[in-house]
């Protein structure tokens, strides 16, 4: 089955700095990668997704990156704020089966 | 909101228990899926349904069970619960199990084993 594993675990920042999230993926079949964030007591929420036909998608300050030969794939956070403050967890599918996630990171946003 | 109705939001229960937890999905969704959240071990899958048949399997325990009803709510059962036991369950529902799409969260009920 697929593996996903995501790094860091935990990620500091400054406001206004950029993060970084890395995710690697097993399973070459594998092609919707999607971002979900959890805030402190709160359900997960999909923030954006990417299929392995496209190589970057962006929304606004956040972007991912997928790289198909290396199986990862990337969030990108630029200009974070203290509300980006949350756990995100990154995950694949090859789409007829079940999304595995990955551990999660927890990002924290200093003012 | 996402539209997922999960209930108890939150249950206390001693050790050799059973508990139920029940989820109804947004509404035209047909797919539900459980997942355990512990501390440090991210969404581990459980089960899912489609409906009203099971369609996948993940970690899920032989004392734990499920199962969805013709009108689409699904229950999550527990049984001769362990300290271990002890998580965040999330129920969360799709329109469809194929292609992936989003998946649609509740609140959670989180179940504390004593």
């Known amino acids: 089955g697929e593996n996903v594993e995501q790094h860091p675990s935990t990620l500091s920042v400054q406001e206004g700095d950029s993060a970084v999230i890395k995710c690697t993926y097993s399973d070459s079949a594998s092609n919707y990668f999607p971002w979900y964030k959890q805030e402190l007591g709160k359900r997960p929420q999909l923030i954006i997704d990417?299929?392995?036909?496209?190589g970057e998608k962006k929304d606004q300050r956040i972007a991912v990156t997928l790289n198909k030969t290396a199986k990862h794939f990337s969030l990108h956070i630029t200009e974070t704020q203290p509300e980006d403050s949350a756990v995100y967890f990154c995950a694949a599918t090859e789409g007829y089966s079940t999304l595995t996630f990955g551990k999660g990171t927890m990002l924290l946003v200093s003012p | 909101d996402s539209g997922v109705t999960q209930t108890p939001k939150h249950l206390i229960t001693a050790t050799g228990q059973r508990v139920t937890l029940r989820c109804s999905p947004r509404?035209?969704?047909?797919?539900v899926y459980w997942y355990q959240q512990s501390l440090d071990q991210g969404l581990q899958f459980l089960i899912q349904?489609?409906?009203?048949?099971?369609?996948a399997k993940g970690n899920i325990l032989e004392r734990f069970s499920a199962q969805q009803f013709p009108d689409l709510h699904s229950e999550l059962n527990l049984s001769s619960l362990e300290l271990g036991d002890s998580a965040l369950y999330f129920c969360?529902?799709?329109?469809?199990?194929?292609?992936?799409?989003?998946?649609?969260f509740g609140e959670g009920s989180r179940l504390t084993v004593l």
């Open positions: 969360a529902s799709s329109i469809t199990p194929d292609r992936g799409g989003e998946l649609f």
């Open positions: 509404s035209g969704d047909l797919s």
């Open positions: 990417i299929r392995s036909n496209v």
């Open positions: 349904y489609y409906n009203g048949e099971e369609r």
